[in-house]
Structures are given as structure tokens and as C-alpha cells.
């Protein structure tokens, strides 16, 4: 196992140690229980959101904490659920008095511990929601997942609800548009190499030298196909067609899409695909409003990407714009 | 070779077509000759800092190109120089009347077309001048180089001269600047994996399972030495002082820092190199002014980091924080 690391048992506790000390203007770092928030969290009157679930996948979520985005994160080991109590801890550190949203992916475990967190801070007085993201048409039910797995929607969730926040919506309202944004996100990924998850020291899954899976889950879950290798143009092709037919998008939508990296995938060939993605939304007479191109919601070391096409009206583009500052995100500050 | 490519002579031409179309707002793309500028230059009266090389070191340089930063860019293909009609044309474009400065890395093929390209500007009449970087403490001479390669510190020198240039200083003094960063920047990277190159199809340089790369190349040349894996900590303290002893930066030194990742390393390994960095730098009295931790000189999909140190006064500090807008590197804006 290739890897940048001391004790794989410690690496997540020191990679957010490194995290804390690169960003101290930004976040901060609990390790006891593990939780990463707004340096300047909670901000009374605010309704907090959250989010969390197994790390290996930054800079997703605690490289999006930040102004105009997260309140907190809570990260599990390398693909692992966070505790109850970690998410308890962190509901509690964002929590300004206007409740707190939290921003799950749909994974069992992650969905039954914020479950968890969520009615042990309710039994105290806080308010929690919590909106689940299943946004990955590539298969039903995975090995992790009853129904859709969460994916590159969350990122964009993480964006917009945090903005709507720092506008000062009410609890009700960040709610409700995060379930407009997964009602309206929509994602596929493939691979081309497996990763390794650090404990486990081999990686998770064999691909031939001339394979790849289409519809790759973000921790290596089985997609809908093994396949031949293909040019970026047919891969990103079938992605977007999977994408497209599912909502299904209509020509005159306009989308913020994304084109993700898995991890080990070179900024390079993000591009490449981002210029086949276009090709393929213009011929649908889809309008790409705004865009990301580069690692946001990665699986360790993967080869491969994902795309996410979200359609968004006037509301959401205009959230979409307003200023962020993370780690992972940042503009207009 | 897996890679989500088309046609591997087309990939540089293809990525910059999806960089054109994702950054309309900063940057637009020639593609005959190959190069890139800011959508609104040249600028009248600024003097425009211009870089380049080969590929597949992205972010680097096309993705600096934009308001503080870049005013054009020339990329080559994977790995190998531009061309001097490239490079001409880059300058004519990034020229408002105040002269061009060209960073250029220490490698042979872009230090003699920098110079043709510089001499045919000079013939028409244009101001030019070139810098050229050389902060690779690793070897002295190397597969492409004469002396020191040109790494890391050339990222810090455009974000640097780029702001120098917003402030309209005039071209001595952002030649001067230049150096000032070149004196003061020194790097070292090492590589876990080797990379492909598109055109060769196979890795440029094989390493064992156990085996790692220290002192390598962005373009695979070899380090100081090939060793048996160690801890990220051992590692990060080789590369530290390494680059400590050869300014040689002393207590009290401030510094901007870079942990970089060649391409194929995850965020949480980075974060995790700095958390080791900031302890080796407490331990040698330096302080931790600024710093990046991410992907910015990249060797296509390489496993591995590099540190960049660059000791720095309020002037460069002051710089560094200026406003900056490109599709690699932003804030402030």
C-alpha cells in the first residue's frame, strides 16, 4: 500500500489536525468526539447545517465547512459512518438557536446514526432536520444502500443550503430546498482503477488492465456494467445519457453541472471530459449556467469521475453565486 | 494506459477546449498557435507575466491564467516544451505597451524557445525579459536540465508577480521581484507511483511495491535516491530539510508554504503532510505565514507531494495576498 501515512488507524485524526493548522481563519477541529466547525460557529439566529460520513472522499465535508457553506462536519474513519455522537456533538457546535439541517447521503449506517444524533439532540431541546440525498441513477439498492446511493448532489446541497443559511432562511426553508436540489440533482461516476482504503491495505475491487465500471459507487460499490475501456467521448457520453433520461432533463433547463474527479484522475482529463459533457448538453439544448471541474467529492486514490447536472432556476443559481469560503470552495471573498 | 482521454495528440488541444468553455468569465484559448489569455488582454499599461512549459502539470500554468496572476499561458504537449511561435504569440497577447516578463522553469527545451520566442518579440520591438526558475534542491543537472529544475517556487512566483504587475509596477520591478522569489523558494518532491504519459502509453519509470522516489522530477526524472517506503513523518522531514539546509532558511524566517500533490494523491494524505510540516517548521523556529496544500504542479496522475518554502518579507506577503482570479488559484475576488 502506496500511501502518504503514519498509522492508518490515526490518519483521518491527523489529516484534520493538518486541515486545522492550513485553514485556522476558517474552521476548527474537535478531535474528542471527531467534528471539524465554523471557527465562528454557532452564529446565533442561523440555522446550522451539517453534514458528515466516511472520510476518503475530501475535500467533501470538512473542506467544505466554512462561511456560506457547512457549519460543521463530522468524519468517520475511511469509509465508515460517523458515531452518534460525533454528529450529536457537531448538530450541538452549529447549533445557533434556529436548528440545525442535516445534509445526509443515503447510506444505512449514516442515515441510522445522524437518525440517532438527531433524537438525542431533539430529546434536549434542539431542532433537527434532516434531508437524505439519493441522487446516483446508476443503480438500485448497492452495497451500502437501500434504494440510491448520495453523491455529487450533496456537494452542490452543501453549497446552496449554506448560502441560503447565511441569508437567514428559516429551518423550514433551508429544508425545503434541499430537498428541491435532490429532487432536481442528478449523478453517475465510473472508475478505472479501484482505491485502497488505508486499513485495509488492498484495494477494495480488481479491474483488468483494459476495464472500467460504469456506475462506480464512491466507495467502490458495484456500478450497472463492466466494460471495455472506451474514449472519454463515449464514456462521458453514456454517463450523461444515464443522467439526462433520468429526471429526465428537457432541452431550454439550465444546469449547474459538475465534473468531479475520483481522486487519482489528472485536473488534465477533468477538462476533457467537461468539454465532451458540453458537447453532449448542447445537443440536448441544455444550457450549462454555471460549473465545477475538479476533485469535490472523491473515493482516496480512484481513476475515474462522475458527473452531476443539477437543474436550477432562478433560486438556486442566485444562491449558487453568493459568496463562499472553505478549504474546497471559494469565491466572492 | 487508462485514461479518459480521446486521442492522445489531441488531449492537450481537447482539456484546453474544456477549460475555455468552463472559465469564459477569466481566460480564452488560441488553439493555432496553442496558447492562453486573459479574456481581457492585453492590458494597456501593465506589464504582462507570461509562463509555460510542457503539460499535464495542471493547474500549471493554464489554469493560473487570470486577473493577479497569468496574463498568458503556452502549453506544449505532455511533458514537452512549446514552441517559440507559441510562445511569440503568448507574448504579443499578454503585451500592453509595459513589456512582458517570462517565468521560465529550468528546463533546456523552455529556456531556448523562451529565448528564440524572446528575441523574435525583440526584433519587432517588444520588452521582454525572462527569469528563470531553479528551486529544485533534489539534484544538481537532470535528465532536461543544466543545474536546478524549475519546480514548485514557480506557482509562487506567478501568483507574486502576478499581483505585482496588477499594481502596475513597472517591468524591472516585477523582474526584480522575480528573482527575489527564485532566491527565496526552494522545493522537493517525491514520488510513491510513476505517471504515463498519453503519447508513450506506458509509465515513464517503474518503482517496486516497497519502493519510493525521493528528489524526483515533474516529468519522472530521477531523485537523490530510490528507498524502501517510510512513514509520511519520515518522509516529510527528509523533504523539510532538505529544502531547510540549502536556502538555508534559518529561526525567525517567516515562510509561505506549499504541500503540493503530484496528481494521484489523495487530499487527506496532503493535509496529513502538512500537519508534519508545521510541526518540523515549529522545530526549526520558522513561522508558517501562508500557505497552500493541494494539487498545483502536478505530474499527471503521480502518487506523491512535493514542499515548496518560500521565505518571505511584507512585500511577498503583501503580494501573496492580493486579489486573485483563475481557474486554479482564487480569493479576494
Redesign the interface.
Known amino acids: 500500500m ?5 498509522d492508518p488507524q490515526e ?2 485524526r ?6 486545522a ?2 485553514h485556522p481563519d476558517i474552521l476548527k477541529v474537535c478531535l474528542d468526539p471527531v467534528y471539524v466547525s465554523r471557527v465562528d460557529a454557532p452564529i446565533q439566529g442561523k440555522v446550522g447545517v451539517i453534514s458528515g460520513g466516511g ?2 472522499h ?2 467533501m465535508h470538512a ?1 467544505f465547512v466554512g462561511k456560506g457553506m457547512l457549519d460543521a462536519a463530522c468524519p468517520g474513519q475511511v469509509f465508515t459512518s460517523p458515531t452518534p455522537d460525533q454528529i450529536e456533538a457537531a448538530t450541538r457546535a452549529a447549533d445557533g438557536g434556529a436548528g440545525v439541517l442535516h445534509i445526509v447521503k443515503n447510506y444505512t449506517g449514516d442515515i441510522m446514526n445522524f437518525e440517532m444524533a438527531a433524537e438525542l439532540c431533539q430529546m434536549q431541546g434542539g431542532e433537527v432536520r434532516a434531508v437524505v440525498i439519493n441522487d446516483d441513477v446508476a443503480v438500485e439498492d448497492s452495497l451500502y444502500t437501500a434504494g440510491r446511493r448520495g453523491v455529487g448532489t450533496t456537494v452542490l446541497a452543501e453549497k446552496i443550503c449554506g448560502a441560503a443559511a447565511e441569508r437567514r432562511y428559516d429551518l423550514a426553508r433551508v429544508e425545503a430546498l434541499c430537498r428541491k436540489v435532490n429532487e432536481n440533482g442528478r449523478s453517475m461516476g465510473m472508475a ?2 479501484s482505491c485502497t482504503v488505508p486499513a485495509a491495505g488492498r484495494p477494495t475491487f480488481e479491474l483488468g ?1 483494459n476495464e ?1 465500471e460504469m456506475g462506480i459507487g464512491i466507495h467502490g460499490e458495484p456500478g450497472r456494467e463492466r466494460t471495455a ?1 472506451a ?3 463515449e ?1 462521458t457520453e453514456r454517463m450523461a445519457e444515464a443522467v439526462l433520461a433520468d429526471l429526465p432533463f428537457r432541452s431550454g433547463d439550465r444546469v449547474i453541472a459538475m465534473v468531479n474527479g475520483m ?14 459533457l ?1 458537447d453532449v448538453l448542447k445537443g440536448a439544448g441544455i444550457a ?1 449556467a454555471r ?1 465545477l ?1 475538479g ?1 469535490y467529492i ?1 473515493s ?2 480512484m ?3 462522475s458527473i452531476t447536472l443539477l437543474r436550477a432556476d432562478d433560486e438556486l443559481l442566485s444562491l449558487w453565486d453568493d459568496p463562499v469560503l472553505t ?1 474546497g470552495l ?4
Open positions: 502506496k500511501k502518504l501515512i503514519n490518519a483521518v491527523e489529516s484534520l489536525g493538518g486541515l493548522l492550513a472520510s476518503g475530501e475535500p473542506g478505472l482503477t488492465e472500467m475501456l474514449s472519454a467521448r464514456i481522486g487519482g484522475t489528472p485536473l488534465m482529463e477533468l477538462y476533457l471530459v467537461y468539454r465532451e458540453a450549462l460549473r471541474v476533485n472523491t482516496l486514490e481513476a475515474g469521475c478549504p471559494r469565491w466572492g471573498i
